[in-house]
C-alpha cells in the first residue's frame, strides 16, 4: 500500500546528489554506536561465541574460512585458526569452558582444548 507524494510535498535539495549522500552517511554515523567493530574477517561473519568463564575471551567464525579468538573489550587476537576448507559456520565453547568446537561447511569438526588450543579431536 504505497502512498505516492503530491509535488507539494518533495523537497528539493540544492546540493543534489551529493547533499543526499552526505545527509544518509551523516545518519548512518549517528546511528553506528558500537563500543568496537572487530575487522580482522575479510568477509562474513558467520558465527560467534562467548566464553562462560572469561569475561574477555570470544571465538568467531565465517566465510573467509577463518576462526579467530579475541577480546571483546579490545579487539586484540589472541589464536587464529586457518586451514580450513570452506566458511567456519559454529564455534561453541563446552559449557565448562574447557574445549571450543570448530565446524566448517565443508563438514570438517575439530575441537581444541582451553587453555593453549591443543587439537584433541577431529572429523572429516
Known sequence: NEEEMSDEELV????????LEAIVENINKAEDNSKLVFQNHGKSVFCCSFHPE??????SGGEDDLAYIWNPSTGEVSEKFDGWKDSIN???WSRDGQHLAL???AGTIKVFKYPGYAEEWSFE
Open 103 to 105: 565446524c566448517d561447511m
Open 54 to 59: 572469561v569475561e574477555d575471551l570470544v571465538v
Open 90 to 92: 559454529n564455534a561453541i
Open 12 to 19: 528539493e535539495l540544492p546540493g543534489g546528489v551529493d547533499q
